[in-house]
């Protein structure tokens, strides 16, 4: 079992940053492959990055490919996105997502763990 818990959401401007942490705890986090998706209302959950269990790989949505950097400390137990250049449509709550392997790290169904999640608003 591996419970994670999503913190740093909250009201961002467009143009800004903001950074997102996942704390884990439970079975070996190392071991896992860690993702963050989002959702927007009336909206499916959608993937917006993830990173193999040594931080040697790392995936991102193109949506958010040169604004967004997911980055974990294994150390802590912490994955983390850190979110530049906010657009509104960013706006979603977003989830923090773990699985024990790195097949198709894109796909939400393969995470058997999630957050409870966090919401972020970007004001235009």
């Known amino acids: 079992q591996v419970q994670l818990v999503e913190s740093g959401g909250g009201l961002g401007q467009a143009g800004g940053s903001l950074r997102l942490s996942c704390a884990a705890s439970?079975?070996?986090?190392?071991?896992?492959?860690m993702g963050w998706f989002r959702q927007a209302p009336g909206k499916e959950r959608e993937f917006v990055a993830a990173?193999?269990?040594?931080?040697?790989?790392?995936y991102y949505a193109d949506s958010v490919k040169g604004r967004f950097t997911i980055s974990r400390d294994n150390a802590k137990n912490m994955v983390y996105l850190q979110m530049n250049s906010l657009k509104a449509e960013d706006t979603a709550v977003y989830y923090c997502a773990a699985k024990p392997t790195t097949a198709a790290m894109t796909v939400a169904a393969g995470y058997g763990y999630w957050g409870q999640g966090t919401q972020v608003t970007v004001s235009s």
């Open positions: 439970g079975r070996p986090f190392s071991t896992y492959a």
């Open positions: 990173i193999t269990w040594n931080g040697g790989g790392t």
